[in-house]
Nanobody, 129 residues
Framework: QVQLVESGGGLVQPGGSLRLSCAAS????????MGWVRQAPGNEREFVAA????????YYADSVNGRFTISRDKAKNTVFLQMNSLKPEDTATYYC??????????????????????WGQGTQVTVSS
């Protein structure tokens, strides 16, 4: 059974940092682009960041560029999202997603439809003082 399991969410003050992890199991994800999408209550799904299958290429939403960093450990089938300088508007449920042979930019394009091959169950991030 294929699973993407997110962890690392929580409550943090504005300006703080969190590191999200997404552990993939059930198959090898070496040919899959991996990414993060978030959704706040009452808001549409929003692309956050994606990394290519090789780990050499990344793509970020303008709203997080320069503050968030996505990376992957192919040996451990895990993708990370380092989030710095967090703002209250970053509050959302963060979902990990995977899609075979996609480019990071394509992962961004698919956020609105949500038609990724695999999704995680989400982890809550709350930025509040």
């Amino acid at each position: 059974q294929v699973q993407l399991v997110e962890s690392g969410g929580g409550l943090v003050q504005p300006g703080g940092s969190l590191r999200l992890s997404c552990a993939a199991s059930g198959r090898t994800f070496s040919t899959y682009a991996m990414g993060w999408v978030r959704q706040a209550p009452g808001n549409e799904r929003e692309f956050v960041a994606a990394v290519s299958w090789s780990g050499s290429s990344t793509y970020y939403a303008d709203s997080v560029n320069g503050r968030f960093t996505i990376s992957r450990d192919k040996a451990k089938n895990t993708v990370f999202l380092q989030m710095n300088s967090l703002k209250p508007e970053d509050t959302a449920t963060y979902y990990c997603a995977a899609h075979r042979w996609a480019t990071p930019q394509a992962m961004g394009d698919m956020a609105s439809s949500g038609k990724y091959d695999y999704w995680g169950q989400g982890t809550q991030v709350t930025v509040s003082s």
